[in-house]
């Protein structure tokens, strides 16, 4: 349903699909698309609050071209990053049922398989990462017991980072379980990771040419 600050725009109203940099270092992964965000923009996060911290935080830590996200033609750009959701519809009251989730599975594990260059995936929620945890588990990688938490990165052989985050959803963010200074310490620490992994490319080059 529309809200009256949009009753004169049209809804993309469809599945959303994901957005970015397909060299991309980094992968965000997110829930659902926002009832008056992405459902209206037809862009992940694009349109509502989440989006204008999921940007303004990219933008800061130089994987976006500008921090604001308000259209799909706005001339927002990512370089080396990513975002999805793991569920692409909006679905009933913000909250997606597990039957979604599995709907959508297929989705992202076509991504996660097209998106040859990721080394960090950051999970957006509990659910994000307990489905991301779910899927490489199913595709045979040993997870180990990995338990959500704001801060919280795991290396399981073979697969990227898992790198841990509260989402920026309003209910998080306006009652201060999500701090900005929190916020903006996952990217920083993100970025930190995509960069190691790119030195240690050069340094793995530089050992193939001296064989």
């Known amino acids: 349903m529309r809200v009256r600050r949009y009753r004169d725009q049209e809804y993309w109203a469809r599945p959303v699909p994901g957005f970015g940099d397909p060299d991309a270092r980094l ?35 130089g994987f976006a071209n500008q921090p604001q996200a308000v259209s799909r033609d706005d001339g927002l750009k990512l370089t080396d990053a990513y975002v999805s959701n793991v569920v692409r519809c909006a679905p009933p009251d913000n909250k997606p049922t597990a039957a979604e989730v599995v709907a959508c599975l297929p989705y992202l594990q076509a991504e996660l398989a097209l998106l040859r260059n990721v080394q960090v995936v ?19 990688h040993d997870m180990g017991r990995p338990a959500f938490g704001h801060g919280a990165e795991y290396c399981a052989p073979g697969l990227p980072v898992l790198l841990c ?6 209910q998080n963010t306006n009652t201060g379980v999500l701090t900005p200074v929190m916020w903006r310490s ?23 040419e001296a064989h």
């Open 27 to 61: 992968l965000i992964l997110g829930l659902a698309p926002g009832a008056h965000g992405a459902n209206r923009t037809g862009r992940m996060f694009t349109g509502d609050d989440s989006g204008r911290w999921l940007y303004g935080a990219l933008f800061e830590s």
């Open 165 to 170: 985050s509260y989402h920026p959803s309003r």
């Open 122 to 140: 950051l999970a957006l929620g509990r659910i994000a990462f307990d489905t991301y945890v779910r899927l490489r588990r199913a595709q045979g």
């Open 186 to 208: 996952i990217f920083a620490r993100a970025r930190e990771l995509v960069d190691e992994s790119a030195q240690r490319g050069v340094q793995q080059h530089h050992d193939d």
